[in-house]
């Protein structure tokens, strides 16, 4: 990538973030509800009308949209997304504390999804339209079908109410906590990268390129592992990012079924609060996960395919 398109992408990403964190602002602000109220409410005071007014002016509500819009900007620059109006604390540290628990939530999810999609997908693509294939095929369209809160719930129930083996609120801690939210967000996955799998393995197994590797006497098992996997990964590298930037997020579904403390579910607590610097920052480091992520994408598709290095150039 030139240098020409590396400010290029790097000022859509400012243009971006710009437009989101309007929107965002926008939205918060038009929602309904008072966050001062809110917030005395949760903290057991009597929201007076003196108190509201007082509440409000020490936020900077009782500013334009377009003038605290502007100061919240600044601060943004300046590294500062505000303090969080319902737990006092500021809102980068706040969701710094909840990342970790997101973290491993979404590394032990994509490594569960790996280990069955992979070898699922290649499965069903050698032995195309055999049992093998119809099987997974089958089981992948189950996948896809049933929503995760449904599957969050059915191994909630078997794991932790007739087994006993966890514990119904989690603690974020330990292999124990982490193995069922984990299964429920690979569950989905799995189908789901099955199928594509499957068929980049297929568009490359009707390649001329293997035909010749079998005419040269190559085995079967060799020509998968050595040329089409390597090709067939490609394709999936944009899914891998997509879905990396959406387990970052946090998924606050399944985060609230085994109350994992996550970004997803601070969120969901945010939004509830009306506590408008915590959905913003929120918002704000959705879109950048997502952004980044996509440019590392691009990046390593220059890398990873030859072809595209002398077209960047």
Same mark, same amino acid.
């Given at each position: 990538?030139?240098?020409?398109?590396?400010?290029?992408?790097?000022?859509?990403?400012?243009?971006? %973030?710009?437009?989101? =964190? @309007?929107? *965002?602002?926008? $939205? +918060?602000?038009? !929602?309904?509800?008072?966050?001062?109220?809110?917030?005395?409410?949760?903290?057991?005071?009597?929201?007076?009308?003196?108190?509201?007014?007082?509440?409000?002016?020490?936020?900077?509500?009782?500013?334009?949209?377009?003038?605290?819009?502007?100061?919240?900007?600044?601060?943004?620059?300046?590294?500062?997304?505000?303090?969080?109006?319902?737990?006092?604390?500021?809102?980068?540290?706040?969701?710094?504390?909840?990342?970790?628990?997101?973290?491993?939530?979404?590394?032990?999810?994509?490594?569960?999804?790996?280990?069955?999609?992979?070898?699922?997908?290649?499965?069903?693509?050698?032995?195309?339209?055999?049992?093998?294939?119809?099987?997974?095929?089958?089981?992948?369209?189950?996948?896809?079908?049933?929503?995760?809160?449904?599957?969050? %719930?059915?191994?909630? =129930? @078997?794991? *932790?109410?007739? $087994? +006993?083996?966890? !514990?119904?609120?989690?603690?974020?801690?330990?292999?124990?906590?982490?193995?069922?939210?984990?299964?429920?967000?690979?569950?989905?996955?799995?189908?789901?990268?099955?199928?594509?799998?499957?068929?980049?393995?297929?568009?490359?197994?009707?390649?001329?390129?293997?035909?010749?590797?079998?005419?040269?006497?190559?085995?079967?098992?060799?020509?998968?592992?050595?040329?089409?996997?390597?090709?067939?990964?490609?394709?999936?590298?944009?899914?891998?990012?997509?879905?990396?930037?959406?387990?970052?997020?946090?998924?606050?579904?399944?985060?609230?079924?085994?109350?994992?403390?996550?970004?997803?579910?601070?969120?969901?607590?945010?939004?509830?609060?009306?506590?408008?610097?915590?959905?913003?920052?929120?918002?704000?480091?959705?879109?950048?996960?997502?952004?980044?992520?996509?440019? *590392?994408?691009?990046?390593?598709?220059?890398?990873?395919?030859?072809?595209?290095?002398?077209?960047?150039?």
């Amino acid at each position: 990538m030139s240098k020409k398109d590396f400010l290029g992408r790097l000022l859509q990403m400012v243009l971006v %973030l710009l437009g989101v =964190s @309007f929107i *965002a602002f926008s $939205l +918060m602000h038009l !929602s309904p509800g008072d966050p001062a109220e809110a917030m005395l409410k949760s903290g057991g005071q009597v929201a007076s009308p003196e108190l509201l007014a007082a509440t409000r002016a020490e936020l900077g509500l009782d500013r334009p949209f377009l003038a605290q819009y502007g100061a919240w900007l600044f601060d943004v620059f300046r590294g500062d997304l505000g303090i969080s109006y319902s737990s006092k604390q500021p809102v980068a540290t706040r969701m710094m504390d909840f990342f970790p628990a997101t973290l491993k939530l979404t590394l032990a999810s994509l490594v569960m999804m790996l280990c069955v999609a992979v070898p699922a997908g290649v499965v069903a693509a050698v032995y195309h339209d055999r049992w093998p294939d119809y099987l997974i095929r089958s089981l992948t369209f189950l996948g896809v079908s049933v929503p995760n809160f449904w599957v969050g %719930l059915m191994l909630l =129930s @078997f794991f *932790a109410l007739k $087994l +006993m083996m966890v !514990s119904v609120v989690s603690t974020g801690q330990g292999l124990r906590d982490l193995f069922l939210p984990a299964l429920t967000l690979a569950f989905a996955m799995s189908a789901k990268y099955t199928r594509q799998v499957r068929t980049a393995v297929l568009e490359e197994l009707n390649q001329d390129y293997v035909l010749g590797a079998e005419v040269r006497g190559e085995s079967r098992l060799v020509i998968l592992c050595r040329e089409v996997l390597p090709n067939a990964v490609l394709p999936l590298i944009t899914l891998l990012g997509l879905s990396l930037g959406s387990l970052l997020g946090g998924t606050a579904v399944v985060e609230i079924i085994f109350s994992w403390p996550g970004l997803g579910n601070l969120a969901v607590q945010a939004i509830s609060a009306r506590d408008y610097p915590m959905v913003q920052g929120y918002v704000l480091w959705i879109s950048l996960v997502y952004m980044v992520i996509n440019f *590392a994408v691009d990046v390593s598709y220059n890398y990873l395919d030859p072809r595209l290095r002398g077209v960047s150039r």
